[in-house]
């Protein structure tokens, strides 16, 4: 038998750097669940993206156990390392920050793609484009499907 759902967390925490301080402790202990059980294994599983900004959706259970699922870095993050940022513009429409090329949009279309509500590379560089406009961040040459 299934165990019964009694809710749903998400957290972004860097990858390999959960601990039991705010905000995950705060959170996790809020709804009764083990913190360094949890912080044990998101260690173990996000070791290979150190240092990256991970979503991470955790399952809670009626019993106090969970199950978490790790998710791709948010695109703006991405955007934001692809460019070299600290921050994106206050005024994207009127201030740029930083410049990508359509092959970076690319390149991060395709690591975000399993998370993004996306079948093929257009659609999702399209999404990627438009997080990186409303950073600020001008996107340098053509749209490879303009070229047509």
């Given at each position: 038998m299934a165990k019964e759902i009694s809710g749903y967390l998400k957290l972004q925490i860097k990858g390999g750097a959960?601990?039991?301080?705010?905000?995950?402790?705060?959170?996790?202990?809020?709804?009764g669940l083990n913190i360094m059980?949890?912080?044990k294994q998101f260690n173990a599983r996000s070791q290979e993206k150190q240092g990256q900004v991970l979503p991470v959706l955790i399952t809670i259970y009626?019993?106090?156990?969970?199950?978490f699922v790790i998710k791709t870095p948010p695109a703006a993050v991405l955007v934001m390392n692809a460019a070299k940022l600290k921050k994106g513009s206050a005024e994207s429409n009127?201030?740029?920050v930083g410049s990508i090329t359509w092959d970076q949009v690319k390149e991060i279309a395709e690591t975000k793609l399993p998370d993004l509500n996306a079948f093929d590379i257009q659609p999702a560089m399209r999404m990627v484009a438009g997080t990186a406009r409303s950073?600020?961040?001008?996107i340098t040459g053509d749209a490879p499907w303009a070229n047509n």
């Open positions: 959960a601990n039991p301080s705010p905000p995950v402790g705060p959170a996790l202990g809020s709804k059980e949890f912080c009626t019993d106090k156990s969970f199950d009127r201030t740029k950073m600020g961040v001008k």
